[in-house]
């Protein structure tokens, strides 16, 4: 058996999602799961990525990422988030607390993990 790697509570929601990279690709996708680390989104189709390729990620026209590719498949593409404006990150941190089933332990994951981005 394969040992869990994630340092977080993955949350099976679907965002609708815009991906950038280098300025000349654009995909729109949604998201298979999300956490506090990372997305995995999916896509109808998936273009040729390597890992540590980087990416901003646009959830809900609103909330804005900078990522890097972990892994890819032919549904899509998993992502662990590099970084985040303050002003994205509270209004993400809303949209998934609001949207969990268990809140609290989202909240008590905050909690122990400072190095979020």
């Known amino acids: 058996m394969r040992k869990e790697r994630r340092n977080h509570k993955r949350l ?15 995909l729109n996708g949604v998201t298979r799961n999300i956490s506090f680390g ?11 990525v390597f890992k540590d390729d980087y990416f901003s990620l646009v ?15 032919p549904d899509g593409i998993g992502f662990k988030f590099d970084y ?16 969990a089933k ?6 008590k994951e905050l909690g122990r993990r400072c190095d979020l981005f």
């Open 59 to 73: 959830l809900l026209g609103k909330v804005e990422f900078t990522c890097r590719v972990i892994h890819s498949n």
């Open 102 to 107: 268990d809140p609290d332990r989202l909240i």
């Open 12 to 26: 099976t929601l679907n965002f609708k999602s815009k991906l950038k990279y280098d300025g000349d690709l654009d």
């Open 38 to 48: 990372g997305a995995f989104i999916e896509l109808d189709g998936v273009p040729q």
């Open 84 to 99: 985040i404006l303050i002003k994205y990150y509270e209004h993400f941190k809303k949209l998934m607390l609001t949207n």
